[in-house]
């Protein structure tokens, strides 16, 4: 179960947005990632559950930040409910998306499982309502996964498998890549992996 610590910042002018306390695992019905989130002042700010299944599917998502809350699933595309800590101003969203996405790590591993990009294959395009910081506001953006390749380390523990996607805004043409290693982030645009208790799991291969 790897256990670890990223630390967030602006991705444009680096500017500190705080840090992700983490562990998460894969089950025999997919995988599981729970996280705390401080400011750079180090007061807590939020956490992160999400679960999905087999497929990459969110089952289950709860984020919390700045006195808002969503639970989330895939249901008839992804359906969310948003609310103050009271549930007075709860409302509901839909929308004909795959998957959530946000600020948090765990939504590029995440969507990395949904699409399972193959080497040297066309991007896969896929729709997504992305929870945007402060307020989990609920925004439907486009983007394009592609495998751009894929490199194994040796470590202490074993050789390391490193695989780099390639990531397109598709409303700005905006590109950047992320590297992930089995279910835990190695870089991408305001994400580093700053401490690693236990190496990360590795999913099943594909049936």
Request: charged share 20%; glycine share 10%.
């Amino acid at each position: 179960m790897p256990r670890g610590r990223y630390s967030l910042h602006d991705p444009h002018d680096h500017t500190p947005l705080g840090e992700e306390h983490f562990n998460c695992a894969p089950g025999p019905s997919g995988w599981r990632y729970v996280a705390q989130r401080t400011g750079p002042d180090g007061e807590h700010r939020g956490s992160v559950d999400l679960a999905i299944d087999e497929l990459g599917r969110p089952i289950r998502l709860e984020l919390n930040a700045a006195s808002w809350q969503v639970r989330g699933a895939a249901i008839d595309g992804v359906t969310w409910v948003r609310s103050d800590p009271t549930g007075t101003e709860a409302t509901e969203g839909n929308a004909p998306a795959a998957a959530f996405t946000g600020t948090s790590p765990a939504f590029l591993v995440a969507t990395a499982r949904l699409l399972r990009p193959a080497a040297g294959a066309p991007a896969t395009r896929v729709r997504l309502v992305a929870l945007t910081d402060p307020v989990l506001a609920p925004r439907t953006v486009d983007q394009a996964w592609q495998h751009a390749g894929r490199t194994t380390h040796d470590t202490d523990t074993g050789p390391l498998v490193v695989d780099a996607y390639r990531i397109t805004a598709l409303d700005t043409g905006e590109v950047h890549t992320v590297h992930l290693a089995g279910d835990v982030v190695l870089s991408a645009p305001g994400i580093e992996l700053e401490h690693l208790e236990t190496p990360p799991s590795a999913f099943p291969p594909d049936p």
